[in-house]
Every structure is written in structure tokens, then in C-alpha cells.
T-cell receptor
Framework: GESVGLHLPTLSVQEGDNSIINCAYS??????FIWYKQESGKGPQFIIDIRSNMDKRQGQRVTVLLNKTVKHLSLQIAATQPGDSAVYFC?????????FGAGTTVTVRA | GAGVSQSPSNKVTEKGKDVELRCDPISGHTALYWYRQSLGQGLEFLIYFQGNSAPDKSGLPSDRFSAERTGGSVSTLTIQRTQQEDSAVYLCASSRTGWTNQPQHFGDGTRLSIL
């Protein structure tokens, strides 16, 4: 079946640098995308979402970019902090169902 | 609190026993979802409730799994005759409506271990 996947399972970033987490999706009919952050022992926490009629959306220190031509989604985190260390999941929505990739583990180096 | 609440947070049980997992969604949210997350994996959809509509049970892995939602609020996921492969984190989420473009908000899950 169609699924959402991430390019890299791990990412190590220096504190203060910008992080970019990538995600490829395969279902061209998906019209809504969400990024979640999951810390150890916690449930996924909503970070930011984007609809398919947009190509960029900004939040506090985060930006999501959507390229529908190549079915690619990315999450940019500005000035990465130790508290940003977590697993990041992208999810695509078809109607009410979310499909998740396996996640990218981000480790912030002091 | 204002978030999705799940109980118990941890459950250890013997193979063959039945377990019940509880989810209390965010107040006013009409849509409720159950997911399963195996170690180091993404989330696997199990079941979806929206208002008084018939639930979408298409993700339930076997007939040992069932769920109900009483009064449009609290939901219970039941696993009968548990097997070791049922060990996972069971996550519940809710959203304001069941329409697309609505973010799902998750609880912290129940960590189920089958001995």
C-alpha cells in the first residue's frame, strides 16, 4: 500500500544550528500533512500542519515546506535547542486517516 | 488537564489474559482514534469513531481486538486472549471533528507488555 517514509532515520545537529528533516510521501491524493514530535515515553505532539494548496507554512521556529511535484515534505527547525531532541514523524491524511512514517531521531549536540 | 488522557500508563499481563485500555478525549472533540506503535516504529491505525456514526474498524488486526465509545466521549480498547505480539504502545488521539485538515492530538499512551 501507499505510505509515508522519511529519508533518514537519524539526524545529529549542533545546538544553535538549523535542522532540516525530510519526508517523502507516495499518495498524490493526500491533501493534508502534519509533523509530530515524540519524546521518550510520551505521545506524539502536534508541531505544524500544511494543506495541499500551500507550499510553505511557518510557525514558531519551525517551517514546513511541501513540494507536491516530487511528493516531498520537510520540517525546518531554526536555532535548534537541546529540547528539540526527539523523534519526528511526518503524517499524511487521506480523509480522516493518518499514515505515518517510521520517524527521524534528532539528537542535538551541545 | 485539557489533553487526551489514557489509562493505565503501563500494563503488564500474562499471555492469554484480557486487557482493557481507556481513553478520555479532549472535551468537545467528536472524533477519536486508536493507534498502535511497536518499538521503534511508526503508528499503525486501529479504529476510528466519529459522533454517532458506525466506527471504522478496518485497522483492527484480529477479532481479539474490539473497541467501544460510550456517550460519544470515553473509549475503551479491549484485547482478548492477549498474545506476545500484542506488546506495544497503544495511543489514543482525538480531533475536533472527523473532517480532514483537523490535527489529531494524542495522549501519552498505554505501554502494554505481554509476558
Amino acid at each position: 500500500g501507499e505510505s509515508v517514509g522519511l529519508h533518514l532515520p537519524t539526524l545529529s545537529v549542533q545546538e544553535g544550528d538549523n535542522s532540516i528533516i525530510n519526508c517523502a510521501y507516495s499518495n498524490s491524493a493526500s491533501d493534508y500533512f502534519i509533523w509530530y514530535k515524540q519524546e521518550s515515553g510520551k505521545g506524539p505532539q502536534f508541531i505544524i500542519d500544511i494543506r495541499s494548496n500551500m507550499d510553505k507554512r511557518q510557525g514558531q521556529r519551525v517551517t514546513v515546506l511541501l513540494n507536491k511535484t516530487v511528493k516531498h515534505l520537510s520540517l525546518q527547525i531554526a536555532a535548534t535547542q537541546p529540547g528539540d531532541s526527539a523523534v519526528y514523524f511526518c503524517a499524511e491524511a487521506n480523509d480522516y486517516k493518518l499514515s505515518f512514517g517510521a520517524g527521524t531521531t534528532v539528537t542535538v549536540r551541545a | 488537564g485539557a489533553g487526551v488522557s489514557q489509562s493505565p500508563s503501563n500494563k503488564v499481563t500474562e499471555k492469554g489474559k484480557d486487557v482493557e485500555l481507556r481513553c478520555d478525549p479532549i472535551s468537545g472533540h467528536t472524533a477519536l482514534y486508536w493507534y498502535r506503535q511497536s518499538l521503534g516504529q511508526g503508528l499503525e491505525f486501529l479504529i476510528y469513531f466519529q459522533g454517532n456514526s458506525a466506527p471504522d474498524k478496518s485497522g483492527l488486526p484480529s477479532d481479539r481486538f474490539s473497541a467501544e465509545r460510550t456517550g460519544g466521549s470515553v473509549s475503551t480498547l479491549t484485547i482478548q486472549r492477549t498474545q506476545q505480539e500484542d506488546s506495544a504502545v497503544y495511543l489514543c488521539a482525538s480531533s475536533r471533528t472527523g473532517w480532514t485538515n483537523q490535527p489529531q492530538h494524542f495522549g501519552d499512551g498505554t505501554r502494554l507488555s505481554i509476558l
